[in-house]
């Protein structure tokens, strides 16, 4: 068979013109760059900002789209501030960076919102996990120094590098929405987190290997506290608990669990922590509909 060009994404080689892999196809998604209002001199923020208009990409953002991605003149591309604003554009100049705005949109946040509480762990196993989880959907991400956490939490530095790893994430997963990045927290804060959750109808889920719960046995709380959401349009959290390597001690687990906090286990394979907060992320975003 003759090589075929086809403007369209490759399954085998993820090449965009692929002339030699004959896997199956499917058609590209638009390309999504974050902007930063307080850097990039670019007018996200002004309500008159309407299709037809033509701006000029930041310095940042057209080296990625350009140099590294390879976009040409007429390519598509989505620019967010990672607030809910959507910019749908076309690359008219590509070597002076110049677009012409198609739409404009915003994205409301989901009213059940998904909160990751990660233990910090060494070799980089809870950036892994915060990667995943801002692919899955998740809203919030809370650093937590953990009772058996080796790494240590260095402000300025950790911080920088988590937020990084954030923005990344929300670019490849063509995302609006970039996760808040919470202040790192101490077990005692988290125990906290429990008791306000109780008081304002929101939900903590502790994963431990060695609780008798399973994850069935909170399904029918999750669907409860999604219903309420729609009922009265009040966002609501459902935050998930992962501890580090060595797993959360048993004095924190019953601090949290007396505290108001469900204590389950999932399944009977002991989980990476890297692993454990993407798989509960992927249970409730599909109880909550998210990936219908």
Request: proline share 4%.
């Amino acid at each position: 068979m003759p090589n075929r060009i086809v403007s369209s994404a490759c399954r085998g080689c993820g090449l965009r013109f692929c002339t030699v892999c004959l896997c199956s196809l499917v058609p590209m998604t638009e390309p999504l760059f974050l902007l930063d209002p307080s850097h990039d001199d670019v007018p996200v923020n002004s309500d008159e900002l309407n299709t037809g208009w033509t701006i000029t990409l930041p310095d940042a953002v057209r080296r990625h789209a350009i140099q590294a991605m390879r976009l040409t003149d007429g390519d598509a591309l989505q620019l967010s501030d990672g607030q809910g604003l959507c910019i749908h554009a076309v690359l008219t100049d590509a070597r002076n960076g110049m677009v012409r705005v198609e739409r404009v949109g915003r994205q409301p946040q989901p009213v059940t919102r998904l909160t990751l509480i990660q233990a910090l762990a060494k070799t980089g196993h809870d950036e892994q996990a915060i990667d995943m989880a801002t692919q899955i959907g998740v809203d919030t991400v809370i650093p937590w120094q953990a009772n058996r956490s080796i790494a240590k939490w260095k402000a300025g530095r950790t911080d920088r590098k988590w937020n990084q790893v954030l923005q990344a994430a929300t670019e490849q997963s063509r995302r609006v929405w970039t996760p808040t990045l919470g202040e790192c927290v101490s077990s005692k804060q988290i125990t906290a987190i429990c008791r306000r959750a109780c008081v304002h109808g929101d939900l903590v889920i502790v994963l431990h290997q060695d609780a008798n719960a399973t994850w069935q046995t909170i399904e029918d709380r999750i669907a409860q506290l999604a219903e309420r959401c729609l009922e009265d349009g009040k966002p609501r959290d459902i935050s998930v608990v992962v501890g580090p390597e060595g797993g959360i001690s048993e004095e924190e687990v019953a601090e949290f669990t007396q505290a108001g906090a469900y204590s389950v286990v999932l399944g009977s394979n002991i989980l990476r922590a890297s692993t454990a907060g993407p798989v509960a992320l992927s249970l409730l975003s599909r109880s909550l509909g998210r990936f219908a």
